[in-house]
Structures are given as structure tokens and as C-alpha cells.
Nanobody, 124 residues
Framework: QVQLVESGGGLVQAGGSLRLSCAAS????????MAWFRQAPGKEREFVAG????????YYVDSVKGRFTISRDNAKNAVNLQMNSLKPDDTAVYYC?????????????????WGQGTQVTVSS
């Protein structure tokens, strides 16, 4: 069993930065693929970034490449998302997710655990 709690959301102007954190409980955290998704009003939940268990391989949706960085600290059971050069289109509720995944990491249905979400609002 893994429980996920996100923090770090808020209101920021376009061009600004935010750092999201996800604190995980559970002894097997290090074995899970971790990801961040986001969901804007009226839109489907969208994969943003993911990271394999050892942190060596990361994945990003094209729209955030070069602006967002995902990282994890297995010793602290935490995964972070550093978001720079934020745009109004980045406005959404951001969710942390965990799953035992080898492929298809962009599909929400493959994840076993979800956080409650944290709101990110980028003003123009």
C-alpha cells in the first residue's frame, strides 16, 4: 500500500516557477514508477512527467520538455516536479501517481495509487 500527498501548488505569473513535491508512505516506494499528471477543467487527465525506480530514466510530454524536471529521492520517499517558465496553459490540478509499470506510463489506468491533487494556476 502506498499513500501519496502532494504539496507546492499555488498561483504564479507567467514565466515564474513552482516546485511540486509528493510525499509517499510505504516500504516499497522505491520499486514504483512515479509520475505527475495534470487535469484542466473540461479536459482529460494528461501525463506530464515520469521517472523510473532508480531515477535514471525520465519521460516528459512534449509541451513541458526543457521547462519541467522530475526527480525522486528514494531514501526520503519523495518525488518532485520543478516547473520553470510556466505558461497559462500549465494551469491545472497536478496529481502524483505510482504504479508498477514497464510500459504505457502515459495511461492513467495503469497506475495503482494517486494523490489528492494540488492546484497550479498561472496568470498571464
Amino acid at each position: 500500500q502506498v499513500q501519496l500527498v502532494e504539496s507546492g501548488g499555488g498561483l504564479v505569473q507567467a514565466g515564474g516557477s513552482l516546485r511540486l513535491s509528493c510525499a509517499a508512505s510505504g516500504r516499497t516506494f522505491s520499486s514504483y514508477f512515479m509520475a505527475w499528471f495534470r487535469q484542466a477543467p473540461g479536459k482529460e487527465r494528461e501525463f506530464v512527467a515520469g521517472i523510473r525506480w532508480n531515477g535514471g530514466i525520465t519521460y516528459y510530454v512534449d509541451s513541458v520538455k526543457g521547462r519541467f524536471t522530475i526527480s525522486r529521492d528514494n531514501a526520503k520517499n519523495a518525488v518532485n516536479l520543478q516547473m520553470n517558465s510556466l505558461k497559462p496553459d500549465d494551469t491545472a490540478v497536478y496529481y502524483c501517481a505510482a504504479g508498477r509499470i514497464d510500459y504505457g506510463f502515459g495511461e492513467p489506468r495503469r497506475y495503482d495509487y494517486w494523490g489528492q491533487g494540488t492546484q497550479v494556476t498561472v496568470s498571464s
